[in-house]
Every structure is written in structure tokens, then in C-alpha cells.
């Protein structure tokens, strides 16, 4: 064989091998896009599930999902427009201890016993409600963010009384619903009946919402401008640095308030409060005066009923929820 033949064959033999070699890397390349598809998919879609139900797990156990970063991200945090504002009015309920009364207890009627607790939340969610928290229904007074199918209701939990853990969380994760902790910080230790920072932060995990009664549950109207400081801003740093939430509503201790703790509480940052006053909550009324229905102990499912239709009111005049 010539010289020439022999670099012909040697040249075609080259071509030969580089055509395996390119072959081989598109076929790699092909595979591992296929790879990066199939775990963008698979990653894409059980995140998009997992916010759709909140987990079932038993009192206590961090949640998965979307609320297992506490309920500051059950709202969007912007201040972005959804929608046109929310006109619709929401019941907020006040609950205190959830067990039977003990024997001289000075005020028995805040007592609501576990079965009364748990037929009432069964009515209200037979009767087309379903539980929401003050953010997600601020988020919809002002943004027009939706609230889902049926109708709001708040159920708020004033002291932050051990019960509300032990008992409530049970009966309200069954039905995939959370609930409002107005926790005072001081007063009512663990060893009195009051809930611990473990069990705040399992309240956290189940998608609740955490806001304060103050420091102590003083009266606010008889302390001075220190004071009522310490009270009211003070209770709202302490509870963001620990739990690291936002912390947007205060609920006056025993509903007394007057325009100087009004004051006090918009200088310090919440986006609203809460009274004994009794009736639904309105986009268009003061937010810092927001109305409530307490519900006693006694209570059946059907009077809970009752008493929420029964007090719905007309809005008063509009005021800051609804202006841009």
C-alpha cells in the first residue's frame, strides 16, 4: 500500500472516531437534560401540593407545608394589590379557657369545656365557616387578597392559657383551621396554667397566629406614658426577637382602652387591636377599635350559630382599611 492510500485510510479512520466521540457527548447531554427535567418537575410538584392541606399531626409536632415557618407566611408580606379591597365583614371570637370550671372560679363562664369547644368549632364548620387569622383578613380588607371558599371567622385566643394548646390546637387541626394567641408575656407562667415558649412556638408550627395582650395584662388607661410603653412596645419587641414574627395586633386587656393607648399602640407598629365590643369586624371601621363576640361557656353549636348571625351590624364610617 502507497504512502497516500495509507493517510486516506488513517484520515477516514479519524473522522470515524470523532463522530463516535460526538455522538456519545449528545447522547450524555441529552440524558442529563432529561435528569434535570424529571427533578424540576418532581421538586415543582410536591411543593405546589403542599401547600393545599395543612398536616394532621398531633399536638404539638412542627408542621409541614406552608405553615412550618410560622403564620407570618400564610399572607403575602408585600404591600402589593391583589384585587379591589375585601368589603365583608368578619366575626372575630374570644376564647379563654378551654376545661370545665373549677370550683370558685371568680369568673366561670370564661371557662369552655373541651366537648362544648369542639361541637362548636363542628357547627361552625357544617354552617359553611372556616377559620382564618387578623393578617389574612387585613391582607384581604386592604390588597383584595381571597380568603378561600366559605365564609371567614377569627377564633382568638385571649392570655394564653395552657388549655388552648393542650385542648384547641386538637379540635382546630382536625379541621384544618388556626387560630389568633393574644398572649400576655408575664402573669400567667406555665405553673399557673400558661403556656410555655415550646408550646408557643408548636401554636407557631400549626399555623397560628401570634399577637399580645401586653406585658401583664395591666389596665392600660391608669399607666403612664413610660408604662404603657413598656406595655404595649415592649411586648412586641420581646415576642419578635424570640419567635422572630411579626407580631401585628394588640388586644386590649379586658377591652378598657381610651384614644392615649390608642396612641400608644399606633406609635409602637401594629397594624390594628381588638375589643369586647360585641359584632363583626369591618373593613371600614377604626382598626385599632376592631368589635368581637366573646363565646361563654354553655355555649351549644347552634347558639354559637345564633350568636354570630345575630350581631352582625351594619359598617360604620369608613375609615383607613379602605382608603389606597
Not at 368589603?87 to 369568673?107: K, N, S
Not at 369586647?276 to 354559637?304: D, K
Request: hydrophobic share 40%; aromatic share 8%.
Amino acid at each position: 500500500m502507497d504512502l497516500d492510500a495509507l493517510q486516506l485510510r488513517r484520515e477516514a479512520r479519524r473522522r470515524q472516531l470523532r463522530r463516535r466521540r460526538l455522538t456519545a457527548i449528545c447522547v450524555l447531554a441529552a440524558l442529563a437534560a432529561f435528569a434535570a427535567i424529571v427533578a424540576i418537575v418532581l421538586v415543582h410538584g410536591s411543593s405546589g401540593r403542599a401547600p393545599a392541606a395543612r398536616a394532621t399531626a398531633s399536638a404539638g409536632a412542627p408542621r409541614t407545608g406552608a405553615h412550618s415557618h410560622h403564620a407570618k407566611s400564610r399572607a403575602p408580606a408585600t404591600d402589593v394589590r391583589i384585587g379591589p379591597p375585601g368589603t365583608d365583614a368578619i366575626p372575630i371570637l374570644i376564647y379563654h379557657v378551654i376545661a370545665a370550671p373549677p370550683p370558685g372560679a371568680p369568673f366561670p363562664g370564661l371557662y369552655v369545656e373541651p366537648s362544648e369547644f369542639a361541637e362548636q368549632m363542628r357547627a361552625l364548620e357544617h354552617a359553611g365557616w372556616h377559620a382564618v387569622t387578623l393578617d389574612e383578613a387585613e391582607a384581604y380588607w386592604r390588597r383584595g387578597v381571597p380568603l378561600g371558599a366559605g365564609k371567614p371567622i377569627v377564633v382568638s385566643f385571649d392570655n394564653g392559657y395552657q388549655s388552648q394548646y393542650t385542648q384547641a390546637l386538637p379540635v382546630l387541626r382536625r379541621l384544618d383551621w388556626v387560630g389568633n394567641e393574644n398572649i400576655q408575656l408575664t402573669g400567667l407562667p406555665p405553673s399557673q396554667g400558661g403556656l410555655g415558649p415550646q408550646e408557643i412556638r408548636g401554636l407557631l408550627s400549626a399555623g397560628w397566629e401570634l399577637d399580645t395582650q401586653g406585658m401583664s395584662h395591666a389596665s392600660l388607661i391608669s399607666l403612664n406614658a413610660e408604662e404603657l410603653r413598656y406595655q404595649v412596645a415592649e411586648a412586641r419587641k420581646i415576642l419578635q426577637r424570640r419567635y422572630d414574627i411579626p407580631v401585628n395586633w394588640f388586644c386590649y386587656p379586658s377591652g378598657l382602652y381610651d384614644a392615649t393607648v390608642e396612641a400608644a399602640v399606633k406609635a409602637a407598629g401594629y397594624t390594628g387591636s381588638t375589643t369586647v365590643v360585641p359584632g363583626w369586624a369591618h373593613p371600614s371601621e377604626n382598626p385599632y377599635r376592631l368589635h368581637r363576640l366573646r363565646v361563654l361557656g354553655g355555649t351549644t353549636g347552634e347558639q354559637l350559630l345564633a350568636l354570630v348571625d345575630g350581631v352582625r351590624d351594619e359598617p360604620p364610617a369608613p375609615t383607613s382599611f379602605t382608603t389606597p
